[in-house]
C-alpha cells in the first residue's frame, strides 16, 4: 500500500485523469499520441490500476514522462495531522486557545487527542508517556486564558483509559453512558448503570454526559464491563431500527 504519508487518517491517493493538452504542456509530445496515451491510461486509471502498473505497449517512449506527470499531479483525501514538533504548531495552538477564550469559551474539547503524538513504529494511540506530556503542554497554555480542557481520550472500558484521564486530573467523556442506557432499558435492568455512576462517584471521576455524538453510540466501549455477545446484541437492536 503506497501511504505517503504516515500519519495521515482515511487515506486515499487520487490520480487526474488527462487529456492531450495536459501531456503536451507537459511533456514533448504530438496531440495525436497524446491522444491516445490519454484513452489507455485514463481507462487503467478508472479500473483501478496504479500509474506503474499501466502497459504503455507501443509507447514505451513516454512511459516515464506520463508517470511523472500523475504522480506529480496526484491529491490525497485524508486527515492531515499538524506536526506537534513545529513551533509553528504551537503558536497555532495558543492563538485558537486566546481567541477561544476571548470569544467566552471556559472548556475546550481536543478532538481524538489520543491520536496526537505519533512515531514510525509505535501504535499511535495513547503512546505513553508522550500523550501526557504533550497534553501537559497544551494544558500549560490553556492555563494562561484559564481554559479547562476536555480530552476525547478513551478506549474499551477493561483498559481503564478513562481512570489514567481522571488520575491526570482531566474531566472525560462518558463514553459508557450510552451504552449503558440503552442496555438498562432493553434488559429493564440497570444494575450495571447503577454500578459505573457508583464508580464515578467512589473513585472522584469528573465526566461530561453524553448520549451519542458525531462518531455514533460508543458501544465498543463497553468491552469488559458487558459480555461481548450482551454488547452484539445490543449492536444488532440498534442497527434493525
Not at 478506549?155 to 451504552?179: I, N, R
Not at 447503577?194 to 464508580?199: C, D, F, G, L, T
Amino acid at each position: 500500500k503506497d501511504v505517503p504519508y504516515w500519519n495521515t487518517f482515511y487515506q486515499e491517493v487520487r490520480y487526474p485523469r488527462p487529456d492531450a493538452c495536459d501531456l503536451m504542456a507537459n511533456m514533448d509530445i504530438q496531440y495525436l499520441a497524446a491522444d491516445r496515451i490519454c484513452v489507455f491510461v485514463n481507462a487503467a486509471l478508472d479500473a483501478g490500476k496504479k500509474p506503474e502498473e499501466i502497459d504503455f505497449t507501443g509507447f514505451e517512449s513516454y512511459r516515464e514522462g506520463v508517470i511523472a506527470y500523475l504522480e506529480s499531479h496526484r491529491k490525497y483525501l485524508g486527515q492531515m495531522d499538524l506536526n506537534v514538533k513545529s513551533p509553528l504548531v504551537w503558536e497555532h495552538y495558543e492563538n485558537t486557545l486566546k481567541t477561544l477564550a476571548e470569544y467566552g469559551a471556559r472548556i475546550v474539547r481536543l478532538d481524538a487527542f489520543a491520536y496526537a503524538p505519533k512515531e514510525p513504529g509505535k501504535k499511535n494511540f495513547m503512546n505513553e508517556p508522550d500523550t501526557w506530556e504533550l497534553l501537559e503542554r497544551v494544558r500549560a497554555l490553556a492555563d494562561r486564558y484559564h481554559v479547562e480542557l476536555l480530552p476525547e481520550i478513551h478506549a474499551s472500558y477493561g483498559e481503564k483509559v478513562y481512570k489514567k484521564v481522571a488520575e491526570q486530573g482531566y474531566m472525560t467523556y462518558d463514553f459508557f453512558l450510552p451504552g449503558l442506557l440503552i442496555d438498562a432499558i432493553e434488559k429493564k435492568n440497570g444494575q450495571k448503570l447503577a454500578e459505573w455512576a457508583q464508580e464515578l462517584v467512589d473513585d472522584h471521576i469528573r465526566v461530561v454526559n453524553m448520549l451519542g455524538c458525531h462518531d455514533g453510540i460508543p458501544l465498543l466501549d463497553l468491552k469488559g464491563m458487558l459480555p461481548e455477545e450482551e454488547i452484539q446484541k445490543l449492536i444488532d437492536t440498534i442497527v434493525s431500527r
